[in-house]
């Protein structure tokens, strides 16, 4: 059973810092490329970074380019989104995502909520 479970959340102060986690179970994230997305109150679910299968590339968000940092640990089949200087417009609800690249299969944590407020 695939399983992919989203931690790190919380509230912090404008300008401050979280590290989010993905620890994926019954899935090799090293095989997949993965994803962040948020979902604030009243909007879409948008993208926020991904890292690629193989290389590790990556790629983020207008919005976030800057201050939010994707990587992967293979080892321990997790994935991380580092975020910096944090501003209440990035308060929503933090998803990760992992695409099979074989068969375009999407896998979705259940997200975590993180709040920026002073």
């Known amino acids: 059973q695939v399983q992919l479970v989203e931690s790190g959340g919380g509230l912090v102060q404008p300008g401050g810092s979280l590290r989010l986690s993905c620890t994926a179970s019954g899935l090799d994230l090293s095989s997949y490329d993965s994803s962040w997305f948020r979902q604030a109150p009243g909007k879409e679910r948008e993208l926020v970074a991904s890292i690629t299968r193989p290389g590790s590339s990556t790629n983020y968000a207008d919005s976030v380019k800057g201050r939010f940092f994707i990587s992967r640990d293979n080892a321990k089949n997790t994935l991380y989104l580092q975020m910096n200087s944090l501003k209440p417009e990035d308060t929503a609800v933090y998803y990760c995502?992992?695409?099979?690249?074989?068969?375009?299969?999407?896998?979705w944590g259940q997200g975590t909520q993180v709040t920026v407020s002073s």
């Open positions: 995502m992992s695409r099979n690249f074989f068969t375009g299969k999407d896998y």
